[in-house]
């Protein structure tokens, strides 16, 4: 059974750079799609990249301040967002595909096959 387990600071200031860890257990990270998707409060899931053996995709309108890595060694995917605003407080999860299709079809949670419990970010002064 795979397990996606996202965990960081749940409070982070204007300005500053998120950072968020997915820990996998259960599975491999060098296979399949990893993704970043994030749900602001009243709105809807909002795929913001992933990673894979093949390379790494961004949403463009994350482009110029969002970085996705791994460490193989630990199992982990990491998201660092900069220069956030308030606008970036959301629930921040973890999700693994089979397939990837970038953009507005990652969106819905059907087309992930493992999904993590989402951890909180709210970013106020």
């Known amino acids: 059974q795979v397990q996606l387990q996202e965990s960081g600071p749940g409070l982070v200031k204007p300005s500053q750079t998120l950072s968020l860890t997915c820990t996998v257990s259960?599975?491999?990270?060098?296979?399949?799609?990893w993704s970043w998707i994030r749900q602001p409060p009243g709105k809807g899931l909002e795929w913001m990249g992933a990673?894979?053996?093949?390379?790494?995709l961004y949403r463009p309108s994350f482009e110029s301040r969002i970085s996705i890595s791994r460490d193989t060694s630990k199992n982990q995917i990491t998201l660092r967002l900069s220069s956030v605003t308030p606008e970036d407080t959301a629930v921040y999860y973890c999700?693994?595909?089979?397939?990837?299709?970038?953009?507005?079809?990652?969106?819905?949670?059907?087309?992930?096959?493992?999904w993590g419990q989402g951890t909180q970010v709210t970013v106020s002064s």
């Open positions: 999700g693994r595909s089979t397939t990837i299709t970038p953009g507005q079809a990652m969106d819905s949670q059907r087309v992930y096959d493992y």
């Open positions: 990673i894979a053996s093949s390379g790494i």
């Open positions: 259960g599975g491999s990270i060098t296979t399949n799609y």
